[in-house]
């Protein structure tokens, strides 16, 4: 369900898409909505899909996007480029581990690129994760993962190559999703989430790690807030 309201509270109008669960929204400049989710039909459950709506709400353009041997969930992340072109990511258990699908289209519904990732050694992915493009077409790509309980940061290259990856675990508490990630104007990551204690459940900790844009390197920052 998409709605568009105006600034006095009006409804203008509302799009609903069938088999399709939505996980993120996004706006380019000319206006234009994109919303990324995974279908969920009986015939072509756990595709990619991403929509793109006008402004005046008209449907541009539905795109899907599958592979036989792989069910995907949505990571619930979305972005654009500088050009416009649009990513959505999804994620499917794959052999022991998680391949992770980030699909890149023209502003045309054209499928221009697919990146990947795989990801082992965990037994649960988040449904939620975070994708940023940097100039140049290199990437950023956030991950909560548990069994054990840590984030994952991947750095891409515009021709999908992994420049370098990184994993942080907390020593006492247990990560829980990431709820917030942004790029600054050095092309440093900030991230930040839960930690929930075993020994004190009522407190929380929120962390927000930095991710320089090199080399990856991590400086912590938390502060507790009671629950």
């Not at 649960?124 to 993962?145: D, K, P, Q, V, W």
């Not at 940061?153 to 942004?182: H, M």
């Amino acid at each position: 369900l998409l709605l568009k309201i105006d600034f006095g509270g009006q409804l203008m109008w509302t799009r609903t898409s069938g088999h399709m669960t939505a996980a993120g929204a996004t706006r380019d400049k000319s206006g234009n909505i994109y919303v990324a989710g995974v279908t969920n039909s009986s015939t072509t459950p756990g595709n990619i899909c991403l929509l793109k709506y006008m402004p005046n709400g008209d449907t541009s353009w539905v795109r899907n996007y599958g592979e036989p041997d792989k069910r995907f969930f949505a990571l619930g992340t979305i972005a654009i480029d500088d050009s416009q072109n649009v990513y959505g990511c999804g994620a499917a258990e794959s052999s022991a581990c998680f391949a992770v699908r980030i699909v890149k289209y023209k502003p045309d519904g054209v499928l221009a690129a697919v990146r990947r990732y795989t990801l082992c050694g965990y037994e649960h992915l988040s449904r939620y994760g975070e994708f940023h493009i940097l100039t140049g077409g290199e990437a950023y790509l956030a991950l909560g993962a548990a069994g054990p309980d840590d984030w994952v940061v991947v750095k891409l290259s515009a021709d999908d190559r992994v420049l370098w990856d990184r994993i942080y675990r907390d020593t006492v508490g247990k990560w829980a999703e990431l709820s917030w990630s942004q790029v600054d104007n050095d092309a440093n990551l900030y991230l930040t989430g839960e930690v929930v204690s075993d020994t004190y459940r009522s407190s929380c900790p929120w962390q927000t790690e930095m991710y320089t844009s090199q080399v990856g390197t991590c400086a912590i920052r938390s502060a507790k807030t009671q629950r």
